[in-house]
């Protein structure tokens, strides 16, 4: 349990400057006994009486040297925070760290080696309790040796002979759940635009259109099966063979495919959902609800990626290290199907 | 100058691990003595005599605490490392923290007063060196009150009447820098979307419009300027106005305008840039580079924004601050003008 910090129960200075009536940077002056600060005596008395009233531990930082361990948590990711995709698993992990009383220390080193070095150093010079290593995109990765020797998780990256926890997308779930809307929805010729890009969502997404098909009847068509980059350009180049497959229906890796899709299809005076359905991964923000028509799609759980990575490395939640932790994918339903 | 951390030429636990033939975990623990942590003989002395050849200042924390202040610098944010849009303000603000010793603490507080506050509270309990206190886009903010007390630099957002440092970006020169692109392209009708939404961004690069203009020797016609909600349906829906003003060209609001606009003259059969040229603002990741065609866009500085207010918090950049720090806004030229 939190013995200091932002948890329900635990005693904040924010709560010490409420019962004191004073400002939360004033009782930071008095309990850190900083040189220089003017504090009245009354102030200064009636924030010491709050301490001891409300038993607030005041130096989060003399705490650590004496304990030797931290409030802090490292998060070190290759481009998370910077790139317009999953900065929910901060939000997520930033959360659940305050839940538990804990600090998020974030470090978002652009995938360059040296930047990740020095930011694991810094952790391990900080005491942190342990670092969740982060990636934009699922995919296998080297765990940098630094961290072999503390707590670490793996959160949308794996490394299969690390023995370390991992909290990745169940990228099958979502592919199944993407191709039962599209069956749902009465259609039975349903291609699915994959990604070229070799990674488990590639294989996941794949296996999950199968199973999906496999357990409506439907029989798997390697011939509606389709290869694209995973971006507008792939969705909008694979428009031509679509057409001639006589699919009704598409699967799309992702979204940013479905929206050259949306370009292709247009081009040829075609309607969605009316001449043919589209679905698409992701949920990606400021694409999936305002295309014409917003787009039907699957979420990647970034939110609940990084949540379940602290409750794991805090303890609060337990998982066979042995397999990964599959957080599922959402379906977000709009008017493309 | 720094005396510890990830400058140049201070020393880095790395450093002393690389010098010792030992892990960056092994000097952690012999530098911080580390209870029931196993370390032989020999790597201890290596350790040991590698921290005094190279002056390496062992304990951050420790450090902290004999000079009541550290080496982090706060960034409390709304939503810049969750929302798929200002991410690269924290990037720059880490980047440049780290080239003067100083690591960044992260907290993004999704807009909640309480985590603010939370968050606020505890960079205090940190004892952090300074707050950049950051939005997601420009607009005017209530600084909240604990943060008087600190040191701050308000980033991609403003507070007129607190006195504190401001780092914006030139909402005016980018308005100007679009609209003279289009009146280069040839064109003399050029309609602007601006958006509804009041803002220094609405007022700023209308400015700059009108300036553009008129250094042009070309009439302001305020039938040309018209008001849409700054996303894709926006842009959508004006795009009968657009054309019924008969304007050759159209400088949007932002790329999610000019990204629904794109589908409206699309489905009028007008070509971009032949029959409209179409110029954008922000540089949106996902995607200005990925409509057909390309968008011609000026970007938002948010590197830049993060970099220079860690310069202005540390004192190696010097400005006034009775003015907001503008930061230009640079082209990005691609297909649609």
Known sequence: MPEHGRAGSAVTMRDVAKAAGVSVATVSHVVNDKPGARIGTDARRRVQEAVVALGYRPNALAKTLSQGTSRFIGLVSDAIATTPFAGQIIHGAQDEAWRHGYVLLVADTGGNPAAEDDAIAMMLEHQVHGVLYSSWYHHEITVPQALKETDTVLVDCYAPASGLATVVPDEEQGGRLATEEL????????????????????????????????????????????????????????????????????????????????????????????????MGFDNQDVIAAHLRPPLSTVALPHYELGAAAVRILLGSETHDAARPYLVACPPVLRQSV
Chains 1, 2 share one sequence.
């Not at 980059?229 to 792939?234: D, H, N, S």
């Open 183 to 278: 069956i749902a929805a009465g259609h039975r010729r349903i291609a699915f635009i994959n990604t070229t890009t070799p990674s488990p969502a590639q294989t996941g997404r794949l296996a999950g259109y199968r199973t999906a098909l496999e357990a409506a009847d439907l029989p798997f068509d390697p011939a509606l099966v389709f290869l694209a980059a995973p971006e507008q350009e792939g969705g909008y180049a694979a428009t031509g063979e679509i057409i001639e497959a006589q699919a009704t229906a598409v699967f799309c890796h992702n979204d940013r495919v479905a929206m050259g899709l949306y370009d292709g299809l247009r081009e040829r005076e075609l309607r969605i959902p009316d001449d043919i359905a589209v």
